[in-house]
């Protein structure tokens, strides 16, 4: 079974942190994604990444970075924590192609 | 660009009785769509996909869907709904763009099975 696992399922940090979240999968994939889940948007892609050091950004970047240094693992980085960014993130893995992703369990962050 | 839209927020079916969550793509070239399901505090779960062939396709926990070219929809359904089914389900299509590799989800139907 796909194994994709998130450092955190909540956190809960104060405006103007950085914040670090960490994904990691165990199926040698070369994919990564990091999305963001809000209520009656759906989910909206973030960063993403086809190689280890190679990043490209998603439909809302603004305020995010990202790191691959290892395939199976994925950061996504809040350089300067808003409120307006609570919500729930999901990170992704799958193949090259037209493949499925495997999800994480999601992390929940509150920036209060 | 690609997009699906799912014209339902909710969708409320009796246990045991056939349901449908609806889904319309707008693609340029083949359509490869997906349907993923969540459950309450999970991620997202891989149901099936259509990528090529026939337009009935089946998936995980009794879920099939069906590709329609004409009416550019990729319908869910199941023919007798459980109340475990409850969750929220997305539809998602292939974006050509970025190799290929990115999915463009809808907003997301919850469906809600009652007994």
């Known amino acids: 079974d796909v194994k994709v696992t998130q450092s955190s399922r909540y956190l809960v940090k104060r405006t103007g942190e950085k914040v670090f979240l960490e994904c990691v999968q165990d199926?040698?994939?070369?994919?990564m994604f990091w999305y963001r889940q809000d209520p009656g948007l759906g989910l909206r892609l973030i960063y993403f990444?086809?190689?280890?050091?190679?990043?490209e950004k998603g439909d809302i970047p603004e305020g995010y970075s990202v790191s691959r240094e290892k395939k199976e693992r994925f950061s996504l980085i809040l350089e300067s924590a808003s409120t307006n960014q609570t919500s729930m993130y999901l990170c992704a893995s799958g193949l090259q192609g037209v493949h499925e992703q495997y999800f994480g369990p999601g992390t929940r962050l509150t920036v209060t | 660009a690609q997009s699906v839209a799912q014209p339902e927020d909710q969708v409320n079916v009796a246990e045991g009785n056939p349901l449908t969550v609806k889904c319309t793509y707008s693609v340029s070239g083949n359509p490869y769509l997906f349907w993923y399901v969540q459950y309450p505090n999970r991620g997202l779960q891989f149901l099936l996909k259509y990528i090529t062939g026939d337009n009935l396709v089946k998936g995980s926990y009794g879920f099939e869907a069906e590709f329609n070219k004409s009416q550019t929809s990729f319908h869910l359904k199941k023919p007798s709904a459980l109340v475990s089914d409850s969750a929220l389900y997305f539809c998602a299509v292939r974006d050509a763009t970025g190799g290929g590799n990115k999915l463009t989800f809808g907003t997301g139907t919850q469906l809600k099975v009652e007994l």
């Open positions: 199926m040698d994939h070369e994919n």
């Open positions: 990444s086809y190689d280890v050091k190679m990043k």
